[in-house]
T-cell receptor, first 113, second 114 residues
Framework: GESVGLHLPTLSVQEGDNSIINCAYS??????FIWYKQESGKGPQFIID?????DKRQGQRVTVLLNKTVKHLSLQIAATQPGDSAVYFC????????????FGTGTRLTVIP | DSGVTQTPKHLITATGQRVTLRCSPR?????VYWYQQSLDQGLQFLIQ???????AKGNILERFSAQQFPDLHSELNLSSLELGDSALYFC?????????????FGPGTRLTVL
């Protein structure tokens, strides 16, 4: 079956520092990866995505890195702010076929002011 | 705001009852997905519809069913409710059905079964 896991369940960082959240996946056929942010009481919010033909993609203050060799995904948040405190999920899906997402267990990021 | 709406926001009911959760996708999105989020299972895919037709099924119980209507809104029906069905239920939508289409999530319905 599909398996997407996270290395760390919790991460605490000082405001202004950079954050790195990691994710491992097991399905070699996974072609499309997404990071979602979920704040308390809200639905998952799309942050950034990356397709398997890329190694790196940058957004506003966020960068996603994909290492297909070791099936590893990471989310880097620059200059972390208190508003970044949330649970972060990686999700994956094959780029062809069904589009249903397989989610990791999540990492809770706490930003210390 | 993702553009996906879900009602109701909260639902409290008793075991054995039946409830209906409603979802309206983003304007222009044809595909709707339902997910369940519980403390011990995380986010689990339940079922997907595209333009009114069922396209994929995940770990959805036989007591649960869904449909997508001609106006593209979707309903998730949960029957013979058990305590373990208490969870957050999310709807997501995407433009197309194929893999690689970004899914945008609604705010969820929190179901409590007493």
């Amino acid at each position: 079956g599909e398996s997407v896991g996270l290395h760390l369940p919790t991460l605490s960082v000082q405001e202004g520092d950079n954050s790195i959240i990691n994710c491992a996946y097991s399905n070699s056929a996974s072609d499309y990866f997404i990071w979602y942010k979920q704040e308390s009481g809200k639905g998952p919010q799309f942050i950034i995505d990356i397709r398997s033909n890329m190694d790196k993609r940058q957004g506003q203050r966020v960068t996603v890195l994909l290492n297909k060799t070791v099936k590893h995904l990471s989310l880097q948040i620059a200059a972390t702010q208190p508003g970044d405190s949330a649970v972060y999920f990686c999700a994956e899906t094959p780029q062809t076929g069904a589009n249903n997402l397989f989610f990791g267990t999540g990492t809770r990021l706490t930003v210390i002011p | 705001d993702s553009g996906v709406t879900q009602t109701p926001k909260h639902l409290i009911t008793a075991t054995g009852q039946r409830v209906t959760l409603r979802c309206s996708p983003r304007s222009g999105d044809l595909s709707v997905y339902w997910y369940q989020q519980s403390l011990d299972q995380g986010l689990q895919f339940l079922i997907q519809y595209y333009n009114g037709e069922e396209r994929a099924k995940g770990n959805i119980l036989e007591r649960f069913s869904a449909q997508q209507f001609p106006d593209l809104h979707s309903e998730l029906n949960l029957s013979s409710l058990e305590l373990g069905d208490s969870a957050l239920y999310f709807c997501a939508s995407s433009v197309a059905v194929a893999g690689g289409n970004t899914q945008y999530f609604g705010p969820g319905t929190r179901l409590t079964v007493l």
